[in-house]
């Protein structure tokens, strides 16, 4: 049995930084709610070892359609729709624990971090 995890986010001003949490072999689903219009490019990295320095990026366009994209190897996908970008991430494993930022191009960014945890079995939501 897969576990899911929902976690919403509200972007209001600058810069935010929020925790997930998940555990192997699940999913994690990610709302990045935004209040800016824009129609930027929209994305969902992992941060490398150099702060500054984004990698494994998912990257959604505004013209795109459908409106849902997926990383090359189908474990994370971006979903646009207006004022909501979401973000699952599923089939999670020890490696994907670390710093993301999720954002559009210009516009706004948040940061996150990503805790990937074996066992455990609840549910959790908000943030």
């Known amino acids: 049995m897969k576990i899911l995890f929902i976690y919403t986010y509200l972007i209001s001003g600058l810069v935010r930084c929020f925790d997930v949490t998940g555990y192997t072999g699940g999913t994690v689903i990610i709302f990045c709610n935004y209040q800016q219009l824009g129609q930027n490019e929209k994305y969902f990295c992992k941060k ?3 702060p500054n320095t984004l990698k494994d990026c998912v990257i959604i366009n505004h013209n795109q359609t ?3 994209v997926s990383h090359k190897d189908s ?3 971006l979903v646009d729709t207006p004022n909501i970008l979401t973000v699952v991430h599923k089939e999670l ?12 191009s210009r516009l706004w960014n948040i940061d996150l971090n990503l805790k990937v945890n074996t066992g455990g079995l609840w549910w959790s939501s908000g943030v």
Not at 98 to 103: A, D, E, H, M, Q
């Open 93 to 104: 494993s020890l490696q994907d624990s670390g710093s993301y930022k999720c954002g559009a």
């Open 75 to 77: 474990r994370i996908a």
């Open 48 to 50: 490398g070892i150099n």
């Open 66 to 68: 459908p409106n849902i």
